[in-house]
């Protein structure tokens, strides 16, 4: 049976223990004794692990029409969220602003005007101790319109002048944040939906977009925020690029600013989350997996550190973030039966966010667990796993874990010596590289392995097949444009396995050593 989702029973679900009872506080005081009946709907709505109207109607409103009834769940999700909007009042920087302001409203609309100036200089020293430049220009409207108040009486030409350079800066301020988020988005969907560059023509689309003055080197920035995206920036632009070191760079630069502007980014704690995540993953790029370790014992304790509260979207953050790095470190070392002692936790981690986890993020599970199923020896259930990612629904089929999926896919049923159906798994992942412009210099070495593979007629000829794909693979290691590769799998890894008679977890094992003691 299908169950489709309905906006009141995901807000209600989605609500803590603490949130449910002020609502029902807040709401029980204004009801009129003897009629609960909407908590009582409330309730029954938390109750339902997927939402039945059939059910709601049967119990609550026998004699209203279904329209009606839409109209009694309008009414208690605008309470619900009116109820959570006074208990968050001051959750965050942005909440106590907007609450403060509305106040000055308040204040000013009753000419209560000194009141709402003291309120508004309050403000105002607020939202410049934790950079708020958007805060900032409202303020300014409001401190526009207390200057005009009786036709300028109290104001002088200095102040007028004052304030117009105030509000010049405020707005400078803004404009450079926005113009950075702006080319922030640009570059990181290239990199979402693209991967990483593997042509000249992707890398001059990208080096375009980094002409832009506000990222020159040495650029000054007017505040912390654009001091964070200007290197937020220049890392995602240099991972992309396979500049790895360049990409540590910027991201430990990026880092810092979040840890000596704390204040600025108090409410933003994703920001620490991805910044110091992504540069877990860039040190076990360039092999530096003793660094990548350290640091990821530092952001166990990022929580702590950064007193964020928990909530839903942070567990779901720390869920993704954690166990993708953990399969991701043990897989590059080698060590594929630590990486699958995590597939339980990363199940139940599915299971629990399955409505809010991305699709993506689901298929990038799917690849490291079937990638570490290879690499443990278990090509049948590397099949699985990467058949999960290659079904799996709403997701852009063009986009580079599914080009990788389909190519580990042929890998383990070589592995698997599943030849039967290799034939058509080829001939569907040729056609599906090639309309999808995924064929670089990788992928046609792979595809001429496994067609070889399936045309030898004894031992000794797969050995010169695999022979063929190892020289012809050396050299692309050190080629920035398909850095991407070896970011996602080990092909010579598996093929030395295969030319050796060595387990692949081995030869990955001692690859890793010698990288990390090199770095």
């Given amino acids: 049976m299908e169950h489709l989702p309905d906006h009141l029973h995901s807000l209600i679900r989605s609500m803590t223990g603490p949130e449910k009872r002020y609502f029902k506080v807040q709401f029980g005081h204004r009801t009129p004794k003897g009629r609960n009946d909407r908590i009582a709907l409330f309730d029954a709505i938390a109750?339902?692990?997927?939402?039945?109207?059939?059910?709601?109607?049967?119990?609550?409103?026998?004699?209203?029409?279904?329209?009606?009834?839409?109209?009694?769940?309008?009414?208690?999700?605008?309470?619900?969220?009116?109820?959570?909007?006074?208990?968050?009042?001051e959750h965050s920087i942005d909440a106590r602003l907007a609450r403060s302001l509305h106040h000055v409203e308040i204040l000013h609309d009753k000419a209560l005007y000194a009141d709402a100036e003291r309120m508004l200089t309050s403000s105002k020293r607020l939202a410049q101790r934790h950079g708020r430049s958007e805060a900032l220009l409202r303020i300014a409207r409001w401190e526009e319109r207390l200057l005009e108040r009786d036709n300028y009486a109290l104001a002088v030409p200095s102040t007028i002048e004052a304030h117009f350079q105030r509000g010049q800066e405020a707005l400078a301020t803004e404009q450079e944040r926005q113009a950075l988020w702006d080319l922030k988005s640009k570059?990181?969907?290239?990199?979402?939906?693209?991967?990483?560059?593997?042509?000249?023509?992707?890398?001059?689309?990208?080096?375009?977009?980094?002409?832009?003055?506000?990222?020159?080197?040495?650029?000054?920035?007017?505040?912390?925020?654009?001091?964070?995206?200007?290197?937020?920036?220049h890392g995602a632009a240099a991972f992309s690029k396979g500049e790895v070191a360049l990409c540590i760079d910027h991201l430990e630069k990026g880092l810092g600013t979040l840890d000596r502007e704390r204040s600025k980014f108090i409410d933003e704690p994703n920001l620490a989350i991805s910044t110091l995540s992504n540069l877990i993953y860039a040190k076990v790029c360039v092999a530096r997996y003793t660094e990548a370790f350290a640091l990821l014992n530092k952001f166990r304790t990022l929580p702590e550190r950064w007193n964020m509260p928990r909530t839903e979207d942070l567990d779901l953050k720390l869920f993704a973030t954690t166990a993708s790095l953990e399969l991701t470190i043990h897989s590059r070392v080698g060590d594929f039966e630590k990486a699958l002692d995590l597939l339980p936790m990363v199940e139940r981690g599915i299971a629990r966010?399955?409505?809010?986890l991305g699709a993506m993020r689901k298929a990038s599970f799917y690849y490291q667990i079937a990638y570490a199923q290879l690499g443990a020896g278990r090509p049948d259930h590397a099949l699985r796993w990467?058949?999960?990612?290659?079904?799996?629904?709403?997701?852009?089929?063009?986009?580079?874990?599914?080009?990788?999926?389909?190519?580990?896919?042929?890998?383990?049923?070589?592995?698997?010596?599943?030849?039967?159906?290799?034939?058509?798994?080829?001939?569907?992942?040729?056609?599906?590289?090639?309309?999808?412009?995924?064929?670089?210099?990788?992928?046609?070495?792979?595809?001429?392995?496994?067609?070889?593979?399936?045309?030898?007629?004894?031992?000794?000829?797969?050995?010169?097949?695999?022979?063929?794909?190892?020289?012809?693979?050396?050299?692309?290691?050190?080629?920035?444009?398909?850095?991407?590769?070896?970011?996602?799998?080990?092909?010579?890894?598996?093929?030395?396995?295969?030319l050796t008679g060595r387990a692949f977890a081995e030869v990955v094992k001692e690859r890793a050593h010698r990288s990390d003691v090199a770095a």
């Fill in 353 to 356: 966010h399955e409505q809010h």
């Fill in 47 to 89: 109750a339902m692990e997927y939402f039945d109207l059939d059910a709601l109607l049967a119990r609550f409103d026998r004699k209203r029409s279904v329209g009606q009834f839409t109209t009694i769940k309008q009414r208690l999700y605008d309470a619900v969220l009116r109820s959570l909007s006074a208990y968050h009042a």
């Fill in 187 to 233: 570059v990181f969907m290239q990199l979402y939906r693209a991967g990483q560059v593997r042509n000249s023509d992707a890398s001059i689309k990208l080096d375009d977009l980094m002409t832009h003055p506000l990222l020159e080197p040495g650029a000054v920035q007017r505040s912390a925020r654009a001091s964070f995206l200007y290197h937020h920036i």
């Fill in 386 to 498: 990467s058949n999960r990612l290659l079904d799996s629904t709403h997701i852009d089929d063009s986009a580079e874990i599914v080009s990788f999926g389909r190519m580990l896919h042929l890998m383990a049923q070589i592995d698997a010596n599943d030849l039967g159906i290799l034939p058509y798994a080829l001939r569907n992942t040729t056609r599906f590289l090639s309309t999808r412009k995924r064929m670089h210099r990788f992928e046609p070495l792979l595809l001429s392995m496994v067609r070889s593979v399936m045309k030898a007629s004894n031992m000794e000829a797969r050995l010169a097949a695999y022979r063929h794909f190892h020289e012809r693979l050396l050299p692309l290691q050190h080629d920035p444009f398909e850095k991407a590769v070896f970011d996602h799998m080990d092909p010579i890894a598996w093929v030395e396995g295969k």
